[in-house]
């Protein structure tokens, strides 16, 4: 993120949600989430990760996360204490490594 405001938790589930549904993909995977941190990062530009779909465009149903992307949201939580406070740079540096290491 850029500026002096520091990644959350809840940024970065809600980012790779949104990456999910912008493609109308049925699940959130390690992939969205590898993919929304790059984009809170500064890294990626969100619209240059895959071709989205127009919210003119009728919807299935919203994307849910699968088993990995459940599990890591519900460990990151506990550990950080909330989806809200934010995430140091070490700690993100953790959260990324295991990220980069889960299958996808």
């Known amino acids: 993120m850029q500026g002096d405001s520091q990644l959350r938790l809840a940024d970065l589930l809600s980012t790779a949600s949104s990456l999910a549904a912008f493609r109308l993909e049925s699940e959130i995977t390690v992939e969205h989430l590898l993919?929304?941190?790059?984009?809170?990062?500064?890294?990626?530009?969100?619209?240059?990760?895959?071709?989205?779909v127009s919210p003119l465009v009728p919807r299935r149903s919203p994307p849910v996360p699968d088993a990995f992307v459940t599990s890591f949201a519900q460990r990151w939580n506990e550990r950080l204490g909330g989806p809200f406070a934010p995430i140091p740079p070490g700690i993100l540096e953790e959260l990324r490594k295991e990220l980069e290491s889960s299958p996808l």
């Not at 993919?35 to 989205?52: I, K, T, Y």
């Open 35 to 52: 993919q929304a941190l790059a984009v809170l990062l500064g890294e990626a530009e969100f619209e240059a990760l895959g071709r989205g």
